[in-house]
């Protein structure tokens, strides 16, 4: 592995391509973890370089493609052109158990399909009659949201005084989302606008239905927040908190429903997977409800470990002896897990790029399997996420905030890691370099990774990655 001091000389001299005010600005967004300290040394949530590759999604994406489109009982309208269809309907594997058009949507795309005559005129008019033609159409859906893209926001359209009126006359609620994709500065910020809609729009109907129908929750009540089910995730955490004693009454927002949504605030625990999109509306929570919130990890036996017990300390004693009873059962799971492939990943370095928790949480699934991360960096972090990093890398690691294309690539040559996890969009890039690639958004269409059942396939997925022989016939161009 590199050294600081190598790697703040890789850092200035891949800037040195840049002109000197575009070098100034990247160099704030890309450092060398030092030990001890209690940041990154990274900037981060600042608008992109123009004129570079970003791996950057918008405020559009961040709210329908993440936080409200997997909700699989509700029906989403991506609102504005037919141009951003691509986030219409689940592109993340975002799994879900349902009759698709019955009573499931996740996978089904609803756009008002914009066009020149609706910018000049308007669409409220438009956007109402697609939401009738919807419950004609589809009578079991469980609500609608009305998620903006960009000419929405531009021509001032009223999505809320449409939302207003269908609601009362449906007799269901419908949300207006403002998550119009030129707000902020990438998809993180239509996290939090997503966040605040539910808290808006959501729990103060959640409220009166609570105290309608009265509380007749249990002590081991939680919710899960934060878990996109990519691949089935979710289902793998379940099965441990479940099998732990806890009762699992809502699921965000993988395979998780609209009335899940509405139960959450009679939780006695908010167990938070992805910190970054959904610490907002938990924060919320703490403040209005006293739920408290924990964040956890399930990549990893080791990190399984510490997340069980954690969750455990917040319970009485039988939850903390079926803790470790869990842990105990799945010991000789994981135990077989590791000494059957750590011998052949020993060793073996990577370099991460990723969005949300990723970039951290993975870490020590890696670890366990003996490979060491020589570089890691988010597409759009913030500072906590980054503070929230120096408890899993180690001294000397490369540090790269909304990394660019260019960037990316002459790290990646000059570090020679055994194994890039990224993007789809970095996929091809380096497997056309003969590196090993792992897509670590939606997992490459394999997963889940989460849990014990989830590390099994992970540990498989990075062997077969690495060891596949393909390699050899290849051979990266430094190795030629």
Known sequence: MATVEENKKLIADVLATYPAK?????????????????????????????GVMTARGCAYAGSKGVVWGPIKDMIHISHGPVGCGYYSWSGRRNYYIGVTGVDSFGTMNFTSDFQERDVVFGGDTKLSQLIDEVEILFPLNGGISVQSECPIGLIGDDIEAVARTKTKELGKQVIPVRCEGFRGVSQS??????????????????D???????????????????????????WSSRILLEEMGLRVIAQWSGDGTFTEMKATPSVKLNLVHCYRSMNYISRHMEEKYGIPWLEYNFFGPSKIIESLRAIAERFDDTIKQKAEAVIAKYKEQADGIVAKYRPRLEGKTVMMM?????????????????????????????GDDYKRTTHYVKDATLIYDDVTG???????????????????????VFQKM????????SWD????????????????????????????LVGTPWNK
């Not at 070098?23 to 900037?43: M, P, Q, S």
């Not at 260019?406 to 091809?428: H, N, S, T």
């Not at 003969?434 to 958004?441: D, K, S, T, V, Y």
């Not at 099994?456 to 990655?465: K, Q, S």
């Open 445 to 472: 269409y394999s997963g889940p990774y989460h849990g014990y059942d989830g590390f099994a396939i992970f540990a498989r997925d990075m062997d077969l990655a690495l060891n596949n022989p393909t390699w050899g």
């Open 22 to 50: 575009a070098a100034k600005k990247r160099n704030k967004h890309l450092g060398v973890y030092e030990e001890g300290a209690d940041d990154c040394g990274v900037k981060s949530n600042k608008v992109s370089l123009p």
């Open 434 to 441: 003969a590196l090993p690639f792992r897509q670590m958004h």
């Open 189 to 206: 910020l239509g996290h939090h606008i997503a966040n605040d809609v539910i808290r808006d729009w959501v729990f103060p109907v959640a």
């Open 406 to 428: 260019y960037e990316f690539e002459e790290f990646v040559k000059e570090l020679k890691p055994d194994l890039v996890a990224a993007g789809i969009k970095e996929k091809y």
């Open 208 to 234: 009166k239905e609570i105290a309608e129908k009265g509380n007749e929750g249990t002590p081991y009540d939680v919710a899960i927040i934060g878990d996109y089910n990519i691949g089935g995730d979710a």
């Open 354 to 382: 990723v969005g949300g928790l990723r970039p951290r949480h993975v870490v020590p699934a890696f670890k366990d399997l003996g490979m060491e991360i020589i570089g890691t960096g988010y597409e759009f972090a913030h």
